[in-house]
């Protein structure tokens, strides 16, 4: 099998290559610079020209604009590289005749979800630009998928963490801060509840999603083996690490943020119907992570 990764420079996309090729999947990475395909998605020559002049079987389309703050500043942007993106991702399957593509939507399209666990038929209440691309991201796919048999396969994730992250996400930014032992600055007191899991945990799942026709068609939501507050992460960090870093619980930043986000997915569909289990569990990701971050200075 060989494999068209777009995104690839991102903490998701750059893992997914290392897994793939470890696991004796030849991978053909691309973004907009970096990797010996780099191009950008919009572009009607890289696409129709380049791409679709290369030799692969499936897709795993990554590439998008996942900053909020971006999105909220420049929907028009968010808008045109999150779906028409996508929507030339498509159409590239289509001409290719994959065996699969898979959509990276988000956990985003379920907003502030009112129950928990959230699963794959809990209601959409998306509620920033970005949230609301891929929810239209995902809508093409399925209207391909209906119209055209086209086999796709959608992936909602919570929170991944891994090697290749930024330092502003919050795994990383925990991390450095203990290793340095300086105060963890918790907003909301770190009530906000999530589920968290190392990235190497979705490849796992992408390529479970690759080598099984039971996906297609098929949304699955995906995050770690549990539900964890914002300070027990922290404070997990902070045990790994040794450190003597000091919680520092701190207000809402707004309003917005005085009732606890609580959000958690159930990832039965994809352990029943493809028969996927974790291969790294919270605390040996966050481990993995921890060495990584060593490994930077």
């Not at 420079?9 to 691309?30: A, C, E, F, Q, W």
């Not at 958690?264 to 919270?282: D, F, M, V, W």
């Amino acid at each position: 099998m060989k494999v068209l990764v777009t995104g690839a420079s991102g903490m998701v996309g750059r893992n997914l290559v290392d897994y793939l090729g470890h696991k004796g999947v030849t991978t053909i990475p691309t973004d907009l610079k970096g990797w010996d395909v780099s191009g950008d998605l919009l572009d009607d020559d890289f696409v129709s020209q380049t791409l679709a002049l290369m030799d692969f079987d499936a897709i795993v389309h990554l590439a998008a604009i996942t900053e909020i703050k971006k999105t909220i500043e420049n929907p028009h942007l968010c808008f045109e590289v999150n779906c028409v993106g996508t929507l030339n991702m498509l159409e590239l399957a289509r001409k290719k005749n994959v065996s699969r593509i898979i959509i990276a939507s988000s956990a985003n399209v379920f907003g502030a979800p009112k129950d928990n666990p959230v699963t794959e038929d809990s209601p959409f209440d998306p509620r920033a630009p970005y949230d609301y691309s891929k929810l239209v991201c995902e809508s093409m796919a399925m209207g391909f998928y209906k119209s055209k048999r086209l086999p796709i396969s959608i992936t909602r994730s919570w929170l991944l963490f891994g090697e290749y992250d930024q330092p502003s996400r919050a795994v990383v930014r925990f991390i450095r801060a203990c290793l340095k032992d300086e105060p963890l600055s918790l907003f909301n007191a770190g009530k906000d509840t999530t589920s968290p899991t190392h990235v190497i945990n979705f490849a796992k799942l992408a390529l479970s999603i690759l080598d099984d026709e039971k996906a297609v068609g098929q949304a699955f939501n995906f995050g770690g083996e549990r539900a964890v507050t914002i300070r027990e992460l922290a404070e997990t960090v902070k045990r790994l690490t040794g450190s003597k870093s000091e919680l520092t619980l701190l207000p809402p930043r707004s309003e917005l943020e005085n009732d606890p986000q609580i959000s958690y997915p159930s990832i039965n569909k994809a352990r029943n119907l493809l028969g996927y289990s974790h291969e790294l569990t919270l605390e040996q990701g966050l481990q993995r992570t921890i060495d990584w971050v060593k490994k930077q200075g």
